[in-house]
């Protein structure tokens, strides 16, 4: 057994250790390819890895829990354990991370005047909960007990939101409870306001940011007591938000002078080492002025490409590195190609309409309700109603709406609302509606996952449909979380103009990682073998989507592109090269 313990410095087991961390969650890479990641992480000095654990990952229904492939988290620690490297684990309610939810599951929303991050009592039964299933397993990887865990977080960047520190303590205390014995920390922005905010006794506080290394370990000097100095996030680049002009790059001469300052004077956590991928609907927000929704490439510019690419980054920090401490031979085990494999005709495709009750059963509500309050958390969802009541439509908004709504009469495109659109009036005449359908399809662009927004989230319809001035009733409501693809009937009718779900077949001699490319097609997800890699989107940054080896099988592969805006090429394509913008 070790021992590592907080004092001036860290030390393990009465030896000086300097932290020499990378940030790698196991949640955005498949499983297959995490010892390559960790064998990089090694191979470049670090002596520990670092990660969240995202509570919407684990408990994704309420009481059900999840820890198998990509959720194997006593897994992953073990193969870092295996490898040399020491952990440091993340495992507070909200992560942040650009991460759906900020890591908290959606259910969560369905409790009427749910509060978050604080002490409100149903929100810490909850955590309690959760932490009964997962705390257990964290247990006998702590370094104390023969692990390699030697640090874990209480909460993340508080101090950024609240000033609860009764919560804080709280969430200190269940650990403690559990068996929780390695040192904690917090880790906020490095100002004053923040670390006033989200520092409590007996937990050392460590500061988040990407620059000024020095200006900023001057602030934190004033709130460690004497402890050592940590940057727990040093950010060497940034995430991509749909529409913004071009993929997010740092200044590496910058980097790599503020690297180097850290290790001179502390100790520091590469944010990210790897960043990899929002699969599935798994991308955050962010809601300052405006809705923007996160890409599913989670590159942020790191030490790795998204597909685990060494970088000159790499090569430089690694440089950096080796003026504090001998660096390992480390001889990698995998060679990971990518190949392309061409240009795939469509084969088969149907309209979303033709297939509704194929793959969700309807719920008749006579208002409209949340995702949530449906038991759904992500995805999409179609209101339908009969327009019986009216004659013309002339104008129509959507009350307490999130995030994006195709609305469709007759089965025929009436207008597309977004974010703010949503909470105006739309005024476009529509003459003779009298007996006809209304279709409302709300697509959930990504929980915010930072900031007070955080607890305005409920997604779908949360209110109401008004139209000509009066509130519509008597709605059919199909969660359609996409879940179940398998059950499409591409035998049934297709409509141009329409979202509609499209076939593609390709046979695969060798599996290799492959992008997917999208030139031609509007917005919407894609399914590779059943499984969803995300979200595309025309006006990018992010033009392909990453497909790692391990989802694809020797001979016959399908991909299904759903695509909600009737706009489309005859074709999609597998590339060998990434194309973030």
């Known amino acids: 057994m070790s021992r590592f313990e907080i004092k001036d410095t860290f030390y393990l087991d009465g030896n000086h250790f300097k932290v020499i961390s990378g940030s790698f969650h196991y949640f955005r890479t498949v499983p297959e390819y995490w010892q390559d990641r960790l064998e990089k992480l090694l191979a470049m000095g670090c002596n520990t890895v670092e990660t969240y654990i995202p509570w919407n990952v684990h408990e994704p229904q309420k009481g059900r829990f999840e820890f198998d492939g990509m959720k194997d988290i006593t897994g992953f620690v073990r193969l870092a354990q295996k490898l040399g490297l020491y952990v440091i684990l993340r495992p507070s309610p909200y992560i942040c991370a650009e991460w759906e939810f900020g890591g908290l599951p959606a259910w969560l929303l369905a409790e009427d005047g749910m509060r978050l991050r604080v002490?409100?009592?149903?929100?810490?039964?909850?955590?309690?909960?959760?932490?009964?299933?997962?705390?257990?397993?964290?247990?006998?990887?702590?370094?104390?007990?023969?692990?390699?865990?030697?640090?874990?977080?209480?909460?993340n960047e508080y101090g950024y939101f609240a000033t609860d520190t009764s919560y804080l303590k709280a969430m200190k205390d269940i650990m403690v409870e559990h068996g929780i014995t390695v040192p904690f920390i917090t880790s906020d922005g490095p100002y004053r306001e923040s670390m006033n905010a989200g520092?409590?006794?007996?937990?050392?506080?460590?500061?988040?940011?990407?620059?000024?290394?020095?200006?900023?370990?001057?602030?934190?000097?004033?709130?460690?007591?004497?402890?050592?100095?940590?940057?727990?996030?040093?950010w060497v680049g940034w995430f991509d938000h749909w529409g913004n002009g071009g993929h997010m790059k740092s200044d590496l001469e910058e980097n790599v002078r503020d690297f180097d300052k850290m290790l001179e004077?502390?100790?520091?956590?590469?944010?990210?080492?790897?960043?990899?991928?929002?699969?599935?609907?798994?991308?955050?927000?962010?809601?300052?002025?405006?809705?923007?929704?996160?890409?599913t490439s989670y590159d942020y510019d790191a030490v790795l490409t998204e597909d685990?690419?060494?970088?000159?980054?790499?090569?430089?920090?690694?440089?950096?590195?080796?003026?504090?401490?001998e660096i390992p031979e480390v001889k990698l085990s995998m060679n990971i190609e990518r190949r392309a494999y061409g240009r795939l005709e469509i084969k088969d495709k149907v309209s979303l309409f033709s297939v509704i009750d194929d793959i969700s059963k309807p719920?008749?509500?006579?208002?409209?309700?949340?995702?949530?309050?449906?038991?759904?958390?992500?995805?999409?969802?179609?209101?339908?109603?009969s327009l019986d009541t009216e004659e013309n439509i002339e104008r129509i908004k959507l009350w307490k709406a999130n995030d994006r709504a195709n609305i469709f009469i007759d089965e025929k495109h009436y207008v597309t609302l977004y974010d703010r659109e949503l909470l105006e009036e739309c005024k476009n005449t529509v003459p003779d509606v009298n007996g006809k359908n209304i279709d409302i399809l709300v697509e959930n662009m990504g929980r915010v996952n930072f900031g007070p927004y955080?607890?305005?989230?409920?997604?779908?319809?949360d209110h109401c449909v008004q139209i000509n001035g009066h509130m519509h009733?008597?709605?059919?409501?199909?969660?359609?979380?996409?879940?179940?693809?398998?059950?499409?009937?591409?035998?049934?009718?297709?409509?141009?103009?329409?979202?509609?779900?499209?076939?593609?077949?390709?046979?695969?001699?060798?599996?290799?990682?492959?992008?997917?490319?999208?030139?031609?097609?509007?917005?919407?997800?894609?399914?590779?073998?059943?499984?969803?890699?995300?979200?595309?989107?025309?006006?990018?940054?992010?033009?392909?989507?990453?497909i790692p080896a391990p989802l694809l099988i020797k001979g016959k592969n399908e991909i299904v592109?759903?695509?909600?805006?009737?706009?489309?090429a005859e074709y999609i394509s597998l590339k060998d090269e990434p194309e973030l913008g």
């Open 473 to 546: 009733n008597n709605w059919m409501q199909y969660t359609l979380p996409l879940d179940n693809i398998e059950k499409l009937d591409f035998g049934k009718e297709y409509k141009d103009g329409t979202p509609a779900f499209f076939k593609f077949e390709f046979d695969a001699d060798e599996c290799a990682d492959t992008f997917l490319d999208l030139e031609g097609w509007g917005k919407g997800c894609t399914f590779v073998n059943g499984f969803n890699i995300g979200r595309f989107w025309k006006i990018g940054p992010q033009k392909r989507l990453y």
């Open 561 to 568: 592109v759903f695509e909600t805006e009737g706009e489309r």
């Open 363 to 385: 719920v008749f509500s006579v208002y409209t309700q949340s995702m949530e309050k449906l038991g759904q958390s992500y995805g999409y969802i179609l209101y339908r109603s």
């Open 119 to 155: 002490n409100y009592p149903p929100y810490m039964k909850h955590i309690r909960e959760y932490y009964n299933v997962l705390l257990p397993k964290l247990v006998p990887l702590l370094v104390d007990n023969g692990g390699p865990v030697i640090m874990m977080q209480i909460e």
């Open 454 to 461: 955080l607890e305005l989230q409920r997604k779908g319809i």
């Open 199 to 234: 520092c409590i006794d007996g937990v050392l506080p460590t500061g988040n940011f990407g620059s000024k290394t020095e200006e900023r370990f001057e602030i934190l000097k004033d709130y460690t007591n004497g402890g050592p100095l940590m940057c727990a996030e040093f």
């Open 265 to 295: 004077l502390g100790n520091a956590n590469i944010y990210m080492f790897e960043g990899g991928t929002n699969f599935g609907f798994m991308n955050g927000s962010n809601y300052y002025d405006e809705l923007t929704p996160d890409v």
């Open 308 to 325: 685990g690419r060494i970088t000159e980054k790499y090569l430089r920090f690694k440089e950096v590195i080796s003026k504090y401490r």
